[in-house]
């Protein structure tokens, strides 16, 4: 696709919920990244993958989060049990290459409000 | 483990005036590169402007251009001629050895008419 895809743009849900959210990389990008932005905060790293594999999770805050890329492409980040302090914005980013600085491509975001 | 500190929350500019965003940063690394990237409400982030730690020339991207002091970590940018269309939020962010950015707080930044 000609841009990194996210959807949806706006979840809410309630307390305890189960939520999943896409992203769609730019086509043929190896690395997917997901970050977490909290209102009036920078994003913050919540995980990494190179192709299907996820060689970083460590930003991840909790065993709630799980987050998978089963066919190297789509991405989805799936909170279990939401609380109300994952209400935040997620962005997800894809690169061309595995490493490097080369330029990552961000989506627009999903904005999760937990009640 | 890396800090990116953007001390201003908030900066006001005039249109077609110059405005500079301060940033600065901790690491262990002497190989890195720095980014400022501009968050408008789409809420996309877009690059702005990237430097190498090891290039001691500014970068230069048209009216923005940074002022890198690698001794201070310190990395401002700078955005001249002001436009209404650069009013946003904006990220200093790091890049070291691994693959994640790190970002500051942001600076956000009104251009006033």
């Known amino acids: 696709g000609a841009g990194v895809s996210q959807s949806p743009r706006y979840k809410v849900a309630k307390r305890g919920q189960d939520v999943a959210l896409r992203c769609d990389p730019i086509s043929g990008h190896v690395s997917l990244f997901w970050y977490q932005q909290a209102l009036g905060q920078g994003p913050e790293f919540l995980t990494y993958f190179q192709n299907e594999a996820q060689l970083d999770k460590s930003g991840l805050p909790s065993d709630r989060f799980f987050a998978e890329r089963p066919e190297g492409s789509v991405s989805t980040l799936k909170i279990q049990r939401t609380q109300q302090e994952d209400s935040a914005v997620y962005l997800c980013?894809?690169?061309?290459?595995?490493?490097?600085?080369?330029?990552?491509?961000f989506g627009s975001g999903t904005q999760l409000s937990v009640l | 483990a890396q800090t990116v500190t953007q001390s201003q929350p908030e900066m006001s500019v005039q249109e077609a005036e110059t405005v500079t965003l301060s940033c600065t940063y901790d690491t262990s690394e002497s190989d890195y590169y720095l980014f400022w990237y501009k968050q408008p409400p789409s809420r996309q982030m877009i690059l702005v402007i990237r430097q190498e730690a090891y290039k001691q020339q500014n970068a230069t991207e048209n009216r923005f251009s940074v002022n890198f002091q690698k001794a201070a970590k310190s990395f401002s940018l700078k955005i001249s001629d002001s436009q209404l269309g650069d009013a946003a939020m904006y990220f200093c962010?790091?890049?070291?050895?691994?693959?994640?950015?790190?970002f500051g707080g942001g600076t956000r930044l009104m251009v006033k008419p």
């Open positions: 980013a894809s690169r061309q290459d595995a490493g490097g600085s080369e330029k990552l491509f």
């Open positions: 962010a790091t890049f070291e050895a691994g693959n994640m950015l790190t």
